[in-house]
């Protein structure tokens, strides 16, 4: 969603006629974001295609002094580059891949290449990586964070170099219809990950976790089917395919006819379709969360991260719909979902209005921090 709406947004601002190439290593995501985007420039670099082939982790950092040219042939043709967000600068998934990353970014501007970090969740840093971490985003020509939380950090760091941007899934996609808000349904999206970010119990107990939520909401909305909606299929080992399909084993015969089981590959587009004819989202993934704010849904969102809070506590003031799995236990974890579905009925309008004074504020944020960047 971040990529396709780069490539929208940032044409609708900047008129030169782009060329936008993205790392990955398969070709199907590109001829996808061509799709997504309705945009044919799209093409497909390797993974660490900015650098020479078969370089060391020692060559960044000669790269980074100045001592090495450690730039490909590519990137000396390439006007500006964009790290998309995420939360992959933050410490919660280990130390020592934000700070290479930010050795190859840095030895990139500090070699004259227009970098920019668009999108991001960031830090806190600890012990000696908060001294390394600064010096090294200091050097990036513009650091976009995505929410309140990690401005803060950042301007405490003492960094310049900062300028708050919303998420970009927060505006509207290119092939995105308004569908009529029926609320036929409740999206459901379950997740292969997080079980190992929480407090207490295995992936046996999350299972059962996620069975009581469904149990829940069938009871309480007899008249609504539940879109087991899988959100996230690579890397294989976190794919979402893998819990939805067993969820739906469970369930079936208990909830034949009310259960929608969607673990096909879809376009973001296709996912907020079911979205905005949901009555409300349970996701333990966040950008269906983001998705469902777009869309004015309602949602709960089961947290097993800090990014959670920047962009739906802070930036939006809906902390109380979070549900960080990483400090509480599964008893105290039921008894707040159930007062989160009843406070999503009681305060349905107030929550949609709030995200639609919201939406402008973002939408605002996002297009002129993308005017500023069209400058570099």
């Known amino acids: 969603m971040m990529g396709e709406n780069f490539i929208k947004y940032f044409n609708e601002i900047n008129t030169t006629r782009n060329k936008f190439y993205f790392e990955t290593d398969n070709y199907e995501n590109i001829d996808r974001l061509k799709k997504a985007s309705e945009f044919e420039h799209v093409y497909q670099v ?24 450690i730039s490909s042939e590519l990137c000396h043709d390439i006007d ?7 939360d992959d600068f933050t410490e919660d998934y280990g130390w020592k891949g934000p700070i290479l990353n930010a050795i190859k970014f840095a030895a990139l501007s500090k070699n004259e290449k227009k970098v920019i970090m668009l999108g991001q969740t960031m830090g806190p840093y600890k012990s000696f990586r908060k001294y390394i971490m600064k010096k090294l985003l200091g050097t990036i020509n513009g650091i976009y964070p995505r929410d309140p939380l990690t401005y803060k950090y950042l301007e405490s760091l003492g960094l310049s170099n900062i300028n708050l941007m919303d998420d970009l899934a927060l505006l509207p996609l290119a092939k995105e219809k308004n569908e009529i808000k029926t609320k036929e349904f409740i999206t459901f999206c379950p997740s292969e ?10 992936r046996e107990d999350w299972i059962d976790y996620n069975l009581f939520i469904i149990d829940k909401i069938m009871s309480k909305y007899s008249d609504k089917k539940l879109v087991l909606l899988a959100h996230v299929l690579q890397p ?35 996912v907020r379709s079911y979205i905005q004819r949901s009555i409300f989202t349970v996701s333990s993934r966040m950008h269906p969360i983001i998705s469902s704010i777009e869309c004015e849904i309602p949602a709960i969102a089961l947290s097993y991260s800090s990014k959670y809070w920047g962009i739906i506590g802070e930036r939006y003031e809906l902390s109380e719909f979070i549900l960080d799995i990483r400090y509480l236990n599964y008893t105290e974890m ?7 579905i009843d406070n999503i009925e009681k305060d349905y309008i107030q ?26």
């Open 236 to 270: 294989q080992h976190v794919d979402d395919r893998i819990i939805a399909r067993e969820i739906f084993e469970l369930i079936k015969e208990k909830y034949s006819s009310r259960i929608i089981l969607e673990d096909k590959v879809l376009y973001p587009y296709e």
């Open 46 to 69: 390797k993974p660490n295609g900015l650098f020479n082939g078969n370089i060391k982790k020692i060559d960044y950092l000669l790269g980074l002094f100045k001592i090495k040219d």
């Open 334 to 340: 039921k008894d707040k979902f159930v007062k989160l």
């Open 351 to 376: 929550i949609q209005v709030q995200m639609k004074n919201k939406n402008k504020l973002a939408k605002d944020s996002i297009m002129n921090s993308l005017q500023k960047i069209t400058t570099l």
């Open 80 to 86: 500006l580059i964009v790290v998309l967000g995420g």
């Open 193 to 202: 990950l997080i079980y190992r970010y929480s407090k207490e119990g295995s």
